[in-house]
């Protein structure tokens, strides 16, 4: 899992971003911590690979 901002895609790379203070800002957009979403990156791209080899399928 990873969080990401939902403002400008920034990732976050420490090591638990729960644990970041209320008032975290993200590094490239100044948004506060309110606007990153956990993400599981790993399932979002095998969704998306098995959803493009579904529609080489069909055509």
Do not use: H
């Not at 400008?8 to 309110?34: M, Q, R, V």
């Amino acid at each position: 899992m990873t969080w990401m901002c939902s403002i400008c895609g920034y990732t976050y790379d420490g090591e638990d971003f729960t644990k970041e203070a209320d008032d975290y800002l993200c590094p490239l957009c100044d948004s506060g911590k309110e606007n990153f979403q956990q993400r599981d990156l790993a399932t979002e791209i095998a969704a998306a690979t098995n959803q493009f080899f579904a529609v080489q399928e069909e055509e």
